[in-house]
């Protein structure tokens, strides 16, 4: 059973990146890509066609960030989609609540049917991980989602807690709570060069990077990542075992 609902997954995976893909091939006007005024036709097209049924469309990112979650999608691209679609907050709300919920439904499915295929490939690689979590799943788990899993990939984040059996709720909350900084910040850089784009006449890279939707979030995510990286060698270094 487990092979495959793994191989499922898997179909399911490549054929919802291959429709993705060739819809933006038949879309996509590729020969205007280094054109600006290109990408602004486009902006105008994606705040028209959001505008004229949001919820609708809120609805339809909600179901399509669950699905491409729980197929061990990445998480970024949602969150800058999420920014350009629906602006800072409403991006930020949208997206905080499917992919918690994309990622509980990942490890509840991860639990289900590939408990020993979890534990026989990652328990030993993330040991040290495992064995501070494990002294409060809560907390920690919860710092560990706050600062974007100290380097581990998303989708081996939302499943390394199978090893250990964490309880469901905590696990949600835990990853809701500690989602905020990271999806905030790409939420707001993605409302930022949509509101670029909306209006500069040009582009210039300067003045992109000068512009604080821009620049901000930036210096935080730089910030957080640092201290992710002075947490992973204070805590999880082969020296501090």
Known sequence: MSNKLKLFLGVSYLIILVTFLLFLFLKLEFNR?????????????????????????????????IIWIILLGFGSPLLLLSGI????????????????IGALLLY????????????????NKFSRYISIIKKNEFFYFFIFRFFGGLGV?????????????????????????????HFFIWN????????FVSVSDSFNFLNLLITPEIYIP??????????SLILKKKYLNDKNR
Do not use: H
């Open 33 to 65: 890509l280094n054109d600006f005024s290109y990408y602004k036709e486009l902006q105008f097209i994606i705040e028209q066609f959001v505008g004229i049924n949001l919820l609708l469309n809120l609805l339809y990112f909600f179901i399509f960030s």
């Open 218 to 227: 930036i210096i935080c995510f730089v910030v957080l990542i640092l201290i």
């Open 188 to 195: 707001t850089l993605g409302a930022g060069l949509n509101k």
């Open 153 to 181: 990939p998303f989708a081996l984040q939302n499943t390394l807690p199978v090893i250990f059996s964490m309880n469901k709720i905590s696990y949600f909350f835990a990853s809701f709570l500690g989602f905020i900084p």
């Open 108 to 123: 509840c499915i991860a639990d289900f049917f590939f408990r020993d295929l979890v534990k026989n490939n990652l328990e």
């Open 85 to 100: 679609f629906f602006g800072k907050w409403i991006g930020f709300f949208i997206s905080l609540l499917s992919i918690s």
